[in-house]
């Protein structure tokens, strides 16, 4: 089977795709990034890809006049990287149709909570604010709207009595690594499958038993 060739986006710290690096240096990933694309120049994401040998781009969304030609060069640069998936890593911009067009079904997101619940921003601080019991990551396909594509695997973490907003996020984010690269060996085994639903309902994921 073809190996599994990502083009990560990602606008900050870059844990998750220290992650992904390592899972894949450990040889327990069958895949290669061939790009870390940030539209934030001081992204320490961007040190982390450098310190890997791998190509990156800094592409900045405010010097371009819209979404879509911030959009075209990202989609460039993942082309001419050769990546084939994109892995949306702490990507905080919303990509267009055009962009999910062109990267169809191949575009999928982390995100710190348990959708449909809690999409957008900080949103472990909105879930611990809410007063939520279980909180949790999500990874999913993207599609147009924010935090709405179909939904690939969940982790539930309890939300405890002496927890603050970031100790949560902390334990949050350390589920989100495992969830992430499990989500990536799914994907480089050929296992997740789209279910259409029959009568226009929205489309489900499936896994195939290993
Ligand atoms: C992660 O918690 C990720 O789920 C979140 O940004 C953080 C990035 O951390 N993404 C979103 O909120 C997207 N809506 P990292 O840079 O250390 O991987």
């Given at each position: 089977m073809a190996i599994l060739e990502l083009g990560v986006l990602a606008s900050g710290t870059g844990s998750n795709l220290q992650a992904i690096l390592d899972a894949i240096a450990a040889g327990t990933l069958d895949a290669q990034v061939r790009i870390v694309v940030s539209n934030v120049r001081e992204a320490p994401a961007l040190q982390r890809a450098?310190?890997?040998?791998?190509?990156?781009?800094?592409?900045?969304?405010?010097?371009?006049?819209?979404?879509?030609?911030?959009?075209?060069?990202?989609?460039?640069?993942?082309?001419?990287?050769?990546?084939?998936?994109?892995?949306?890593?702490?990507?905080?911009?919303?990509?267009?149709?055009?962009?999910?067009?062109?990267?169809?079904?191949?575009?999928?997101?982390?995100?710190?909570?348990?959708?449909?619940?809690?999409?957008?921003?900080?949103?472990?601080?909105q879930a611990?604010?809410?007063?939520?019991?279980?909180?949790?990551?999500?990874?999913?396909?993207?599609?147009?709207?924010?935090d709405s594509g179909p939904i690939i695997a969940q982790c539930a973490v309890p939300v405890l009595d002496d927890d603050s907003a970031d100790s949560l996020a902390k334990r949050i984010l350390e589920?989100?690594?495992?969830?992430?690269?499990?989500?990536?060996?799914?994907?480089?085994?050929?296992?997740?499958?789209?279910v259409e639903g029959l009568s226009g309902e929205r489309p489900k994921i499936a896994i195939v038993p290993a």
């Open positions: 450098a310190k890997a040998g791998i190509a990156t781009a800094v592409i900045p969304h405010a010097q371009f006049p819209n979404r879509s030609e911030f959009d075209a060069a990202i989609a460039q640069a993942l082309d001419l990287a050769g990546a084939k998936w994109v892995v949306l890593a702490g990507f905080m911009r919303v990509l267009t149709p055009e962009f999910l067009k062109k990267f169809q079904r191949r575009v999928i997101n982390i995100h710190p909570a348990l959708l449909p619940a809690f999409p957008g921003v900080h949103a472990q601080k611990f604010e809410h007063g939520v019991k279980l909180a949790g990551c999500t990874v999913h396909f993207v599609d147009e709207g924010v589920q989100e690594h495992l969830l992430f690269v499990d989500v990536l060996r799914w994907l480089a085994a050929d296992r997740i499958r789209w």
